[in-house]
């Protein structure tokens, strides 16, 4: 009699538990932006690959990407973009935003590949997204420091 009243017990705890089961937890975190690879034009133009890192536990959709890029201590420009792109829980995509760089960041870029070395970046702006179940969209502040270096016979690319 008791081995069965245990039982019975037993079984209505872990019914207690599966009923209070929700699912798997929902927690949207602060994405992240940092650079991919940086390719240089012939005309003088950059094309930036930026990756975007979604660390939330659901997907969520990028809106909006607005982000002043410096090389070493100069400014070169603003990387905006208008993606629309859903990128998945703990997941990461790249998106391609040109850029018409400042003529000293043109310069200092120019000099770091023709000496074969890389040069540091800073990335600061917001990035907006917005879970694709449900919610709003929301501004999120991004600061990321990184660094460059050329890529062995790909002229032109650092990554």
Same mark, same amino acid.
Do not use: H, K
């Given at each position: 009699?008791?081995? &069965?009243? *245990?039982?019975?017990?037993?079984?209505?705890?872990?019914? =207690?538990?599966?009923?209070?089961?929700?699912?798997?937890?929902?927690?949207?975190?602060?994405?992240?932006? /940092?650079?991919?690879?940086? /390719?240089? +034009?012939?005309?003088?133009?950059? &094309?930036v690959?930026?990756? =975007?890192q979604?660390? &939330? /536990?659901?997907?969520?959709?990028?809106e909006r990407?607005?982000?002043?890029?410096?090389?070493?201590?100069?400014?070169?420009?603003?990387?905006?973009a208008?993606?629309a792109?859903?990128? +998945?829980g703990? &997941?990461?995509?790249?998106?391609?935003?040109?850029?018409?760089? *400042?003529?000293?960041? @043109?310069?200092?870029?120019?000099?770091?590949?023709?000496?074969?070395?890389?040069?540091?970046?800073a990335?600061?702006?917001? $990035?907006?997204?917005?879970?694709?179940? @449900?919610?709003?969209? @929301?501004?999120?502040? $991004?600061?990321?420091?990184g660094?460059? *270096?050329?890529?062995?016979?790909?002229?032109?690319?650092?990554?």
């Amino acid at each position: 009699m008791r081995r &069965s009243y *245990s039982l019975a017990l037993v079984a209505a705890l872990c019914l =207690l538990l599966a009923a209070c089961s929700t699912g798997p937890v929902r927690r949207v975190s602060e994405p992240a932006a /940092s650079i991919q690879q940086l /390719s240089v +034009g012939a005309d003088g133009q950059w &094309s930036v690959e930026l990756r =975007l890192q979604n660390y &939330s /536990s659901i997907p969520m959709r990028f809106e909006r990407i607005r982000l002043d890029l410096r090389t070493g201590d100069i400014a070169a420009g603003t990387l905006e973009a208008a993606p629309a792109l859903q990128i +998945g829980g703990e &997941s990461a995509d790249v998106v391609t935003v040109r850029l018409a760089p *400042s003529a000293q960041a @043109r310069l200092l870029l120019a000099d770091a590949l023709a000496a074969g070395r890389g040069t540091g970046y800073a990335l600061e702006g917001e $990035i907006v997204a917005a879970p694709t179940d @449900r919610g709003g969209a @929301r501004d999120y502040r $991004i600061r990321r420091d990184g660094a460059l *270096s050329p890529v062995p016979g790909l002229p032109g690319v650092l990554r």
